[in-house]
Every structure is written in C-alpha cells, then in structure tokens.
Antibody
C-alpha cells in the first residue's frame, strides 16, 4: 500500500527557513515524479514544485521560485522541500503527491496527509 | 501558463440530485491531461478522474468526466452524502501544473 508521510512543518518567523520531508513507501519511489502542493487557510490547492523520478528535472511555481529547492534521495525514498525567505503568504498545509506510474508528473495519484507551515512573528 | 477557471463557485444541491461542474482552460489542454480531485476538510485530496474521463481506482461510477480542448465537465449523478466537498480540476500536461480555484458542492 502506497504511503506518503510529510514532516518538518511548524512555526517559523518571517524570513526564516524550513525543510519539509516526505517519506514514501509501498511503491518504487525512483520510478515516480513527485510534487509539493499547498493549501493556505481558506484558499484552494496550489501546486508548488515538482521533480522527476531521477531528480534531474525540477520545476517551481512563480510564487516560490528562487526561495525553495526541491530534492529527492531515492536510496532513502525521501522527498524534500527546502524553503527560505519565508513570508506570511507561505502559511499553508503542504502535501507531497506522487505522479503517474508512467513517470509523468501527473495526475497526482497519491497524497500524504500534509504538514502545516505557519509563518508568523 | 494554462489557467483553469471553474464554475460555479458553489453548487447547492440535495442528496440524490446530479451535479455538473465546469472547468474552462485558457488554452487547449495537452493530450487530454485533465484531472479532477475531491477535497474534504481534514483529509488529503483524492484523485477522482484523470485523462479527462478515466476514473481512478476505487472511484464509483456515479463520477464521470467529459470534455475536450478547453472545456471540461465533472458530473456526479445521484449525489451521496459523502460527495459534498470541494472539487478541483487540474491540467498536468505541462508546467506549471495549475489547479482551478475549486467548486464547492454543498447540501441544500
């Protein structure tokens, strides 16, 4: 059974940094592109970043470009999101999601339960 | 970027009725890479439909998707109590993999 478990969220001050992790199990992690998606309070789903199965290709939403880095360690079945220069508008629940079994980035077949990031002084 | 606009914003219906949700793209969606997700409070989003009209594993057949090019529809026939939720469309043909703003299906 596929399982995605996010961790690393918490309260951080504006301009601070945070690293989110997603532990994957139940599938061949390196075969799947992965993404981070967030949902701010009262808002809709927002795609944040994606990475190919090999880790060689990465993509970012304009809202986070230059401030976050997505990475993965296939030997440990782990996906990460390093976030810097955090702003109040980055406050959200962050989800990791797996792509398609073909290796393409979507659709987002499986989702974790999310980790809450709160940016506040 | 392919921007998705969903309508209506809110749909008020009774159990047993049918729901028709619309998703319009700012340009043609690549290779029919259009998906629908269900979002309930406190739960992770769930993939319902991919490739415009294919149901994901375990999704009941009262959920159906249709459309092409820039206009897409999610239909929920015979609404069950557990179907009242927010629904999002998403194009996944090219980056950025944007979502629509969502349609809330609420109990009338």
């Amino acid at each position: 059974e596929v399982d995605l478990a996010e961790s690393g969220g918490g309260l951080v001050q504006p301009w601070g940094s945070l690293r989110l992790s997603c532990a994957a199990s139940g599938f061949t992690f390196s075969d799947y592109a992965m993404s981070w998606v967030r949902q701010a309070p009262g808002k809709g789903l927002e795609w944040v970043s994606a990475i190919s199965g090999s880790g060689g290709s990465t993509y970012y939403a304009d809202s986070v470009k230059g401030r976050v880095i997505i990475s993965r360690e296939n030997s440990k079945n782990t996906l990460s999101l390093h976030m810097n220069s955090l702003r109040a508008e980055d406050t959200a629940v962050y989800y990791c999601a797996s792509g398609d079994s073909s290796g393409w980035y979507g659709p987002f077949q499986h989702w974790g339960q999310g980790t809450l990031v709160t940016v506040s002084s | 970027d392919i921007v998705l606009t969903q309508s209506p914003g809110t749909l008020s219906l009774s159990p047993g009725e049918s729901a028709t949700l619309s998703c319009r793209a700012s340009q043609s969606v690549t290779s029919r890479y259009l998906a629908w997700y269900q979002r309930k409070p406190g739960r992770a989003p769930r993939l319902l439909i991919y490739g415009v009209s294919s149901r994901a594993t375990g999704i009941p057949d009262r959920f159906s998707g249709s459309g092409s090019g820039t206009d897409f529809t999610l239909t929920i026939s015979r609404l069950e109590p557990e179907d009242f939720a927010v629904y999002y469309c998403q194009q996944y043909g090219s980056s950025p993999w944007l979502f629509g703003q969502g349609t809330k299906v609420e109990i009338k």
